[in-house]
């Protein structure tokens, strides 16, 4: 094939990337060798070990212990990735620099998992989103995968964790959901609600707020979780149980008592 000809080739097991080399080999052990030979290099200097998030490299800026933030960058189209690369590439900091790994057009893949693990490194997802199975791969092997559709929220992280100042991000889960059926009168003027759990479990001491009508009336907490008479630390759905909320004495039947918490998590 001449420069300038186009060519069809078969086999490969992912679409190269804009810039990629292509060697032509004299047979298939001369191919496979050359592979080998270069699958080597490109990973014998990774060190083994769980990749960073992007906190944590908040938390190490400074302490000598990080001077590289190692990303690993896809997105929808192979012009926003070198538009992402080239952004990222230009942030510079008196304590860390960002180091491109590798970029690429297309969805987060088990591949760029291995990397980034491999090579201490966060993976960042522009426009795009990740295979099932490398979400899974990345959960067990401990692989941060940020996912942005704005590119100046993505520099303003990147530049926060270069300073040292990037917020956790928390997500909050709804750890379980009570209807009030009956109310009832308690001692020094306390209400009790006899509720029926429909979904999760009530936790006593957790946080909880009371939902009427669609509308937030009270943020508190559980002081007392009842079964019959015998206090308890939880109760699951399909239950029923008398609960005490923390400073509140205002329930109506119809009322939704929602324990929650918050989860740090990834933007």
């Not at 300038?4 to 080399?21: K, T």
């Not at 929220?153 to 928390?170: F, N, R, S, T, W």
């Not at 020094?188 to 006899?194: C, F, P, S």
């Amino acid at each position: 094939v001449l420069p300038g000809y186009p060519a069809e080739v078969l086999g490969f097991n992912n679409v190269p990337e804009a810039g990629d080399q292509l060697t032509v080999a004299t047979n298939e052990r001369e191919g496979r060798s050359m592979a080998e030979a270069n699958g080597k290099s490109g990973t014998g200097t990774s060190g083994q070990g769980r990749a960073l998030t992007l906190e944590e490299v908040v938390n190490q800026v400074g302490t000598d212990e990080v001077k590289e933030l190692n990303l690993v960058i896809k997105a929808d189209v192979q012009g926003s990735v070198e538009a992402v690369r080239g952004a990222l590439e230009r942030m510079v900091d008196e304590d860390a620099t960002v180091r491109v790994l590798h970029s690429g057009s297309g969805a987060v893949t088990e591949s760029d998992i291995l990397l980034a693990s491999a090579s201490e490194a966060i993976v960042i997802s522009f426009s795009i989103g990740a295979e099932p199975s490398a979400e899974r791969l990345a959960d067990r092997m401990g692989v941060e995968i940020r996912h942005y559709n704005i590119i100046y929220q993505l520099l303003d992280d990147i530049e926060k964790a270069l300073h040292g100042m990037l917020d956790p991000v928390y997500t909050e889960i709804i750890v379980g959901r009570a209807e009030v059926r009956e109310i009832f009168e308690g001692r020094r003027g306390t209400q009790i609600a006899g509720c029926r759990i429909t979904e999760g479990r009530m936790v006593r001491n957790g946080d909880v707020r009371v939902v009427r009508d669609g509308a937030v009336v009270e943020d508190t907490t559980v002081s007392s979780l009842r079964h019959f008479r015998e206090e308890v630390n939880e109760m699951n759905a399909g239950t029923e149980c008398g609960i005490v909320l923390q400073g509140f004495n205002d329930f109506q039947e119809g009322d939704i008592l929602e324990v929650h918490r918050q989860e740090r998590g990834r933007r």
